[in-house]
Structures are given as structure tokens and as C-alpha cells.
């Protein structure tokens, strides 16, 4: 799990604690119970614990209480917070659909084999408005046969991320892979959610034979690499897959260029070149890479100054814009952007942190060999894809300094690329 | 894209059936606040960067403890992250205004999203937070008329709703 935002906002225990407290009708302007309910996932003791059980109880059924309520279940399940099993029992009953989801999705990260619980989450696949996916969700995580056939009803459901956790859950109680080409097939779905959810069944359901596929998906390559990831850690564990069969995969997703993707947006006429630069800001990074394609393919001279000017005006703080921004540069092979690549390879803030890698790739494309030292300092973060971006990039510009530290690294990928690579040099 | 008179045509569709009478009076009573929900709808699309920078400053503001130095508190992490995702929630919300319905953020913001988020452990309170100051600054006659900010309002008491 990636924590790098829990700690966002700079409370202190007890005051996360006193402010869950307050009445919600005699909080200060200045603070929020909502916030407080979030931050205490920092806090795993009995005395958070206990102030977001309290939390709980407050049923006020006004929208700033009940959004109060929520969260505090969902951090509840965070902390695996065995002693609230009860209460969030009781919160599957609520009327708000959103409370029900996320007392469903706690109990699963809580985890019980207690049946008359279980029984519970079983029956809301029978209420209409219910958040089914993640109702079935919670049941296959927890194995509970006996809602094998309720579940089973939702496998051709015209929402298709429900559709896709049923059939996944189908999988998981009984083994049968037939219906999982389906949730293959959701990898290409022009929905980005569609996309985005189905890799998580695929995690989910241990389906190996999806890598391939989850490398092509046009979605963020965070979703991309977590996928693969997971799938390699679960598979890896199990002698099932081994480094060498999930490494290509793994490279081409850390390496990303959108030639490799398969896209499910299409223009009828290449746009301008101003309206593809304002594509790089969408949400659905499918329809970016789409822009990133176009762009090489017809404005590779005039592009540049366009991507200089838009991180001026805004990409250098809209963090997919940014991540863009340096792939192409890196793409474009465009050397007068090399101190920009150098500056976002070494970016701190937790939210350009995929910029970084993308810098680490982009430098090895302008072949500089100035970036050999800098992409070596990469080398001692703790973040993965950032290490293996530059082992790829070292070895790209010819070096090959890094393995001997990269083999003792705490990552086991980083481990084993490092080594991959020095069995390849003797 | 669903809206009002999408799902009333795709009920009585599914059902083989004409619209019923309180179809026909729900599709009146959105055609009746449509100029109000395009009035709001056009003051948003003008003012849509100036209120999703208004919201996220406030909330800063607001909130002293989202100042602090350091790399996963500062400053900057928390505008960035608030406003890029308050303008495409915003955009979304405009488009609800044009449709009549919740379509657009159901499909496109919420379905979904709130797995992600929880999944990637990635913080909600930003958006509600700013959400939740644009929808206590709306002001009319200044911003809007009274039925268009009853509609905009509704829809962001839709959006703090279904995020949190």
C-alpha cells in the first residue's frame, strides 16, 4: 500500500482525536472532523480506535456528519480494527448506499470468517442501489461459499466493473477461468473506470495470463506497473511465473511509449496542435497518450515549444500534464530540455513522483551521458519503479556502475533486474 | 449519457410501455429548471479556474495545518493535487447542469473512483474540503439567481456526497 499521502495533514493524535469529538454543530470554522477521520489511519491504538467507533455512533443524519461517519469506517478498516466488527456490522443496514460500501469494503480488510457477518454482506446483493461490486468484493476475499450462486447472477450485468468482479469472484470460490477472457477483455473498454477496475480483478484472481494485456492497457502507468507487480510478487511466490517471463512486460509498461498501448480513442482528423497540448490534461490518460502519439507522428518539429511553453503555464504543477510533458521531451530526443528532466528527476513532492521515472527514461533517450551521476543518486530513494526506471536508463546510456548496489537493494524487482543484468555482462 | 428523459425513455422501454404520467411530470419538472441549470451551467464554464483556485486557497487558508513545510505536507502538494482534480470535478458537474441529471458524475467521477482512491490510499478530503467551501460561497444575486444557485448547490452537496 502506498502511504505517502496518509500523513497529509499535519495533526497530531490527540488532536485528531479531540476534533472526531467535537459535536459536529460546534466545530470552529477553521477545523474539520472529516479530516480528523482521515488522518487517524496514522494512529493505530486503541484510543483512535475507540474515538472513531464513537464517531460511528454519532448517527446525525446531516451531510457533515455523515460523511464524518464514513470515513471513519473506512479507516477503521485501515487500522484492521478487529474490536469494530460489530458496528460496522451494524452500518451494512444504513440507508446511505455510500456508508454500506464502505463498511463492506472494511470488513473485508478487517477480515472474519463470521458467518452471521458474512451472511449479511451476502444479502445486500439482493438490495437494489447497492455498491455490488464491492459487496462481492468482500465476499470472495472472505471465500464465503455459500453466496457462490448470488453472486454468480451478476456476471452478465450491464455494469461491466460488476460484471467483472462477479465473474472474478465466480473464479476465485470455484476455479473456473472460463468467463476471465471477459475481464481480459474489459482492458480495452473505451470507459477508463472499466479499465482501471478490471486490472484489479485481474490482480485479484491471480490471472497470469493477462500480463501481456495489462501492459497494453491505455490507462495511467501506475495502475499498469501495480498490476504487474502484484501479479509477479503472487505468481513469483508460487514458482508459477518466473522474473524473465513478467520482465519484458514489466519494461515495456516502466518504459511507456504509447506506440506499445493498445488505444481505444481515434480521432477522425489529427487535431491542432494547441487542442492535442490540451489533451495531455485529461483525466483518462488513454485519450493522453493518444495526444502524445499524434503529436510525434505529425508536430515532432513544432512540439517543443509548444510543451515548453504549456509546463510554463501550467504543467509544471498539473501532475499528469507534467508526467507527459517529459515523455515526450524524451521522445522528441529534444537536448535543450535536459536541465528541465534534471530538475523533475529529482522532484520531491509525493505527487510528481511518476515524473521522476518518466525524467529517468526521458534522459536515457536524449543519450546525454551528463545524467549518468544524477540518475545514479536514484539509485538510494525507496521508490521502485523510480530505481528501475534508472537501471533501465544506465543501461540504455552504456553504464553498468549501478548493479553492483542495486543487487543488495530492499526491493526484491530491483534485486532481480540487477541481477538479470550482471548474468547478461559475464 | 443518462439523464431525466434517458432513463425515463429506457424504463418504459425495458418495460414495453408508454411513459407514465409521473414520467411525463418528472421530465416537465426538469424542462421547467433548465434555464436555471443553463444560467448556472454558463456562470460556471466563464468563472470555472477563478472558483476552482478560489476554493482550494480558501481551504488552505482555512486549514493552517495544510502549510507546513516538509515533502508529503507542503504547500504545493496540496494545490497541485486539489487543482487539477476540483477543475475536473467542477467540469463534470457543469455538465450535469446541461444534462439535467447526475449522469456525468456518476459514470465519469464517482462509479468507481471511490475504489481507487481507496485502493491507491490516495487522500479525499482535499476535494470535499474545497468542494465544500465553493458550495458555502456561492452568493445570490451576486454570483447567480436564486433557482441557478439551488441547483448548482445541489449538485455539489451531490458531489461531497458521493466522494466522501
Given amino acids: 500500500m502506498d502511504k505517502r499521502f496518509f500523513n497529509f495533514f499535519n495533526l497530531t493524535e490527540d488532536q485528531a482525536i479531540a476534533l472526531l469529538d467535537t459535536p459536529h454543530d460546534q466545530i470552529s470554522e477553521n477545523d474539520s472532523r472529516y479530516i480528523a477521520a482521515s488522518h487517524l489511519v496514522n494512529c493505530p491504538t486503541e484510543r483512535s480506535i475507540d474515538a472513531l467507533i464513537r464517531a460511528v455512533q454519532q448517527t446525525d443524519p446531516v451531510l457533515a456528519n455523515r460523511i464524518v461517519r464514513r470515513k471513519s469506517v473506512e479507516t477503521l478498516g485501515r487500522l484492521q480494527a478487529v474490536q469494530a466488527l460489530p458496528i460496522i456490522h451494524e452500518c451494512l443496514q444504513d440507508d446511505d448506499c455510500y456508508m454500506v460500501e464502505n463498511a463492506a469494503w472494511a470488513i473485508g480488510e478487517i477480515g472474519t470468517q463470521n458467518a452471521a457477518i458474512l451472511e449479511t454482506v451476502a444479502q445486500l446483493l439482493d438490495k437494489p442501489g447497492q455498491t455490488h461490486r464491492v459487496i462481492i468484493h468482500t465476499l470472495a476475499k472472505s471465500n464465503y461459499e455459500p453466496a457462490l450462486e448470488r453472486i454468480r447472477r451478476f456476471t452478465d450485468n450491464p455494469d461491466l466493473p460488476t460484471a467483472s468482479a462477479a465473474i472474478t469472484a465466480v473464479c476465485r470460490l470455484t476455479g473456473e477461468h472460463s468467463q476471465m477472457t471477459k475481464v481480459v477483455g474489459m482492458l480495452q473498454n473505451p470507459n477508463v473506470l472499466a479499465r482501471r477496475l478490471s486490472i484489479q480483478d485481474l490482480i485479484d484472481s491471480r490471472y497470469y495470463d493477462a500480463i501481456p494485456s495489462i501492459a497494453k492497457c491505455p490507462v495511467s502507468l501506475v495502475f499498469r506497473l501495480r498490476g504487474i507487480r502484484m501479479l509477479a510478487e503472487a505468481g513469483i511466490s508460487t514458482g508459477t511465473l518466473t522474473f524473465g517471463t513478467v520482465q519484458p512486460h514489466l519494461e515495456q509498461s516502466l518504459r511507456d511509449h504509447p506506440n506499445d498501448l493498445g488505444l481505444v480513442h481515434a480521432y477522425e482528423h489529427p487535431p491542432t496542435l494547441p487542442v492535442l497540448i490540451q489533451e495531455l490534461y485529461e483525466t483518462d490518460f488513454g485519450r493522453c497518450y493518444l495526444a502524445c502519439k499524434t503529436i510525434l507522428e505529425h508536430y515532432a518539429d513544432a512540439a517543443p515549444d509548444a510543451l515548453f511553453a504549456t509546463y510554463a503555464d501550467e504543467a509544471r504543477s498539473d501532475y499528469g500534464a507534467h508526467f507527459h510533458v517529459m515523455k515526450l521531451f524524451g521522445w522528441l530526443k529534444h537536448a535543450p530540455a535536459y536541465e528541465l528532466l534534471i530538475e523533475a528527476l529529482h522532484n520531491k513532492q509525493p505527487q510528481f513522483q511518476k515524473s521522476r521515472a518518466a525524467a529517468a527514461i526521458a534522459l536515457a533517450e536524449l543519450g546525454d551521458e551528463r545524467a549518468i551521476p544524477e540518475l545514479k543518486t536514484c539509485l538510494n530513494t525507496r521508490i521502485w519503479d523510480l530505481k528501475y526506471a534508472t537501471l533501465m536508463a544506465l543501461e540504455q546510456l552504456g553504464d553498468s556502475s549501478g548493479y553492483e548496489q542495486a543487487v543488495n537493494d530492499e526491493d526484491w524487482l530491483i534485486r532481480e533486474k540487477a541481477n538479470a543484468m550482471l548474468a547478461i555482462a559475464h | ?164
Fill in chain 2, 1 to 164: 449519457m443518462k439523464s431525466v428523459v434517458t432513463t425515463v425513455i429506457a424504463a418504459a422501454d425495458a418495460a414495453g410501455r408508454f411513459p407514465s404520467t409521473s414520467d411525463l411530470e418528472s421530465v416537465q419538472g426538469s424542462i421547467q429548471r433548465s434555464a436555471a441549470r443553463l444560467e448556472a451551467a454558463e456562470k460556471l464554464a466563464a468563472n470555472l479556474d477563478a472558483v476552482a483556485k478560489e476554493a482550494y486557497d480558501a481551504c488552505i487558508k482555512k486549514y493552517p495545518y495544510l502549510n507546513n513545510e516538509g515533502e508529503a505536507n507542503s504547500n504545493d502538494t496540496f494545490k497541485a493535487k486539489c487543482q487539477r482534480d476540483v477543475k475536473h470535478y467542477m467540469r463534470l458537474l457543469q455538465y450535469c447542469l446541461v444534462v439535467g441529471g447526475t449522469g456525468p458524475l456518476d459514470e465519469w467521477g464517482i462509479a468507481g473512483q471511490r475504489e481507487v482512491y481507496r485502493a491507491l490510499g490516495l487522500p479525499t478530503a482535499p476535494y470535499v474540503e474545497a468542494l465544500s467551501f465553493a458550495r458555502n460561497r456561492g452568493c445570490s444575486p451576486r454570483d447567480m439567481s436564486a433557482q441557478a444557485l439551488t441547483e448548482y448547490n445541489a449538485l455539489l452537496d451531490y458531489a461531497i456526497n458521493s466522494l466522501s
